[in-house]
């Protein structure tokens, strides 16, 4: 019920703009989220906007990356900008009634889209 698309390689500076386009029933009270997986490591947190409007930002990504959606809450968007090498890794899209820290506890989860910086 959630699908990603938007990555692709870029160069370090570069930005790229990821989608997550949820489909079928999606409460509206849910919170939203972007999580990475890199090769090696864990996967993480990176942005989520709660039902509210209110967002979230790991330290990493402050001032670089901005979450947002659109009114319906359909679609889902990850603007990244200033991209780093280590930014590289598997983005993936969650939705959940709260917004936590542990991508396999949401309710949604997308398949994810690769984003490689060099």
């Known amino acids: 019920q959630l699908v990603e698309s938007g990555g692709g390689s870029v160069q370090a500076g570069g930005s790229l703009r990821l989608s997550c386009a949820a489909s079928?029933?999606?409460?509206?009270?849910?919170?939203m989220g972007w999580f990475r997986q890199a090769p090696g490591k864990e996967r993480e947190g990176v942005a989520a906007?709660?039902?509210?409007?209110?967002?979230i930002y790991a330290d990493s990504v402050m001032g670089r990356f901005t979450v947002s959606e659109d009114n319906s809450r359909k679609f889902l968007w990850l603007h990244m900008n200033s991209l780093k090498p280590e930014d590289t890794a598997m983005y993936y899209c969650?939705?959940?009634?709260?917004?936590?820290?542990?991508?396999?506890?949401?309710?949604?989860r997308g398949q994810g889209t690769q984003v490689t910086v060099s």
């Open positions: 079928g029933y999606i409460y509206s009270g849910y919170c």
């Open positions: 906007i709660d039902s509210d409007g209110s967002t």
């Open positions: 969650a939705a959940d009634v709260v917004c936590g820290n542990n991508y396999y506890t949401y309710k949604y």
